[in-house]
Structure formats: C-alpha cells, structure tokens
C-alpha cells in the first residue's frame, strides 16, 4: 500500500504562484509514476501534469504547459507541483496520484492508470 498526503493549497488571486506537494509513504518503492489531477465544482476530473518517479519524464496537459512544472524528490518520497501564472479556471481540488504498473506515457492521463490516491486540497485563484 502506498499513502499520499497533498499540502500547500489554497487562495492566491490570479497571476499568483502556488507550490503543491504530495508525500508518499508506505511502498513508495514500488511506484512507477506520480500524477496531478484536479477537479472543478461541476466538472470531471481532468489530468494535470505526470512525472516518471525514476526517469523524471515529464508530461502536462496543453492547458498547464509553460505555466505548471512537476518534479520529484526521491530522497523525500515527494512529488510537487509548481503552479505560476494561476488563472481562476485553475480554480479545484487538486489530486495526486501514484501507479504502480507502469505503462506508455500515452496512457499517464488516464485516471484509471493510478492505484493511489491522495484526499486532494483545495486550490482557489481569485479574480
């Protein structure tokens, strides 16, 4: 089992910056890759950004590219998510997500390639 803790959400008006990070615990060991999601009051669950946890291959949706950076810090079984230029769409409760499978970065988008998930925190960008 693998458990995620995510911290360092919350209000920033927009333009802002915000740096997310999701600990792991547990059998960090064996996760592959660690995901972003998000999801908006009334919306799905929408993919974020991917990072591989060896390799440290990146992957963004188009609407975060240039604005959100993923990295990880293996030593601290911790993954971040650093969010500038913040815009209110960005505006949800932010996921991350650990897999312990593996597969093509193709696949890294799909909810349902993760195994674990973390509770999610609130991040809300003020107009």
């Known amino acids: 089992q693998v458990q995620l803790v995510e911290s360092g959400g919350g209000l920033v008006q927009t333009g802002g910056s915000l740096r997310l990070s999701c600990a792991a615990s547990g059998r960090a060991f064996s996760i592959y890759v660690m995901g972003w999601f998000r999801q908006a009051p009334g919306k799905e669950r929408e993919f974020v950004a991917a990072i591989s946890w060896s390799g440290g291959t990146t992957y963004y949706a188009d609407s975060v590219k240039g604005r959100f950076t993923i990295s990880r810090d293996n030593a601290k079984n911790t993954v971040y998510l650093q969010m500038n230029s913040l815009k209110p769409e960005d505006t949800a409760v932010y996921y991350c997500?650990?897999?312990?499978?593996?597969?093509?970065?193709?696949?890294?988008?799909?909810?349902?390639?993760?195994?674990?998930w973390g509770q999610g925190i609130q991040v809300t960008v003020t107009s």
């Open positions: 997500a650990a897999d312990k499978d593996g597969g093509p970065e193709l696949q890294w988008p799909l909810s349902s390639q993760y195994n674990y």
